[in-house]
């Protein structure tokens, strides 16, 4: 079965650390994303992609970067990290190009900044 | 800009009761955009439940529905006997066909007791 599998699971780190989070996907997919969802806060977009080798900026990208290194992987960095960036972080992908397309998720990666 | 918004949860029901949870959109980029509901249970990512992407129809899913009503902008979910295993946290969502232009509405809590 197809699948979004991200890594970690959670993580603690500290304010000011570099922190890599990692998303790997076996659905063949073209478009993958990375969103982050606080209390209180329907899930946002960070960045996304659609090709290997290169990203996009979402709606809230400051404070992140992002890599594409391969079809199957897409990983949500954070070069110097907040306390406001701990949140529940969500990996999906979806293929473009069929009406309503449908995102496909990660179980998720609980990051906390102290 | 689009949004959507839905019940504030948590919302709290016996099993065998039925539910309702409310959903409103507002969608400036496009006139019909897809509808969606998503579901996260506990441990896991989010997953499509329904979605429907024409005005007036109606989708349904392990026994829930949800009707495109595109004169009150609504696509409210509702089930007429919940399950325990129903608890999770319920998405509405929409886009405007690209799928990098998902709005997710904030998530709604619902607990069914046994």
């Known amino acids: 079965e197809a699948a979004v599998t991200q890594s970690p699971r959670s993580k603690v780190a500290v304010t000011g650390g570099k922190v890599t989070l990692s998303c790997h996907q076996t659905n063949n997919h073209d478009y993958m994303y990375w969103y982050r969802q606080d209390t209180g806060h329907g899930l946002r977009l960070i960045h996304y992609s659609y090709v290997a080798d290169s990203t996009e900026k979402g709606d809230i990208p400051d404070g992140y970067k992002a890599s594409r290194p391969s079809q199957e992987n897409f990983s949500l960095i954070l070069e110097l990290a907040s306390l406001s960036q701990t949140a529940v972080y969500f990996c999906?992908?979806?293929?473009?190009?069929?009406?309503?397309?449908?995102?496909?998720f990660g179980s998720g990666t609980r990051l906390t900044v102290l | 800009g689009d949004s959507v918004t839905q019940t504030e949860g948590p919302v709290t029901v016996s099993e065998s009761e039925s539910l309702i949870i409310n959903c409103t959109y507002s969608?400036?980029?496009?006139?019909?955009?897809?509808l969606f509901w998503y579901v996260r249970y506990p441990g896991e990512g989010l997953q499509l439940l329904l979605k429907?992407?024409?005005?007036?129809q109606k989708g349904s899913s392990r026994g829930f529905e949800a009707t495109y009503n595109k004169e009150t902008t609504s696509f409210h979910l509702q089930k007429a006997s919940v399950q325990e295993s129903d608890s999770a946290v319920y998405y509405c969502a929409l886009d405007d066909t690209n799928a990098y232009k998902v709005i997710f509405g904030k998530g709604t809590h619902l607990h069914v007791l046994p």
């Open positions: 969608a400036t980029s496009i006139a019909y955009p897809n």
């Open positions: 429907v992407i024409t005005a007036g």
């Open positions: 999906a992908s979806s293929e473009p190009g069929a009406s309503a397309e449908t995102l496909y």
